[in-house]
């Protein structure tokens, strides 16, 4: 099972918003809307901040929202702020009771 | 409040085996499945499987077959992980996470990492 491709980083400026793609395949993303984004502060464990592909866990702020189109899931921050910045980790369902995370994006708040 | 507590830092040498804690507290043990992911230093994110609670049936992920080994101890609500025949590149932060039941890939809670450090 290959890794989700995600780029290798993202920025913008506070109060901007940004999207971080996760592209997988029919295997993976494509045939489940079952992708979930993890932020990771350095040194700190893995966040869940989106699960089901556009769900948010109690606690999440509202500015990160999730979508998906084809093989490709999406994760948008808007109204960017400092504390975004981290790194963002997407996950997917790959069939057989097996995920698979993508590579990581790492996100600078400029 | 739900924790996932793991054992400390290890400093192994290559050829020897570790094994790595993970006891949760604050829900119900059984009710959630436990999954393993890697992350070696600088590096990403890795999924290395998961564990049914209620059965101990483990699933991994290619990659991770052979000398990775799922356990657990349902009588104080831990899991573990059992690497042998420890590699150089098997160094990396071990992380825990609660996952639910079901193909859905929501892991909700996470310890907080165990580095395993693997130098002759």
């Known amino acids: 099972q290959s890794a989700l491709t995600q780029p290798a980083s993202v920025s913008g400026s506070p109060g901007q918003s940004i999207t971080i793609s996760c592209t997988g395949t029919s295997s993976d993303v494509g045939s489940y809307n079952l992708v979930s984004w993890y932020q990771q502060h350095p040194g700190k464990a893995p966040k869940l901040m989106i699960y089901?592909?556009?769900k948010r866990p109690s606690g999440v702020s509202n500015r990160f929202s999730g979508s998906k189109s084809g093989n490709t899931a999406s994760l948008t921050i808007s109204g960017l702020q400092a504390e975004d910045e981290a790194d963002y980790y997407c996950c997917s369902y790959a069939g057989s009771s097996t995920f698979v995370f993508g590579g990581g994006t790492k996100l600078t708040v400029l | 409040q739900v924790q996932l507590v793991q054992s400390g830092s290890e400093l192994k040498k290559p050829g020897a085996s570790v094994k790595v804690s993970c006891k949760a507290s604050g829900y119900t043990f059984t009710s959630y499945a436990m999954n393993w992911v890697r992350q070696a230093p600088g590096q990403g994110l890795e999924w290395m499987g998961w564990?049914?609670?209620?059965?101990?049936?483990?699933t991994y992920a290619q990659g991770f077959t052979g000398r990775f080994v799922f356990s657990l101890d349902t009588s104080v609500s831990t899991a573990y992980l059992q690497i042998s025949s420890l590699k150089a590149e098997d160094t990396a932060v071990y992380y825990c996470?609660?996952?639910?039941?079901?193909?859905?890939?929501?892991?909700?809670?996470w310890g907080q990492g165990t580095l395993v450090t693997v130098s002759s």
């Open positions: 996470a609660r996952g639910i039941y079901g193909d859905v890939p929501r892991l909700d809670y």
């Open positions: 089901e592909g556009s």
């Open positions: 564990i049914n609670t209620n059965t101990g049936n483990p």
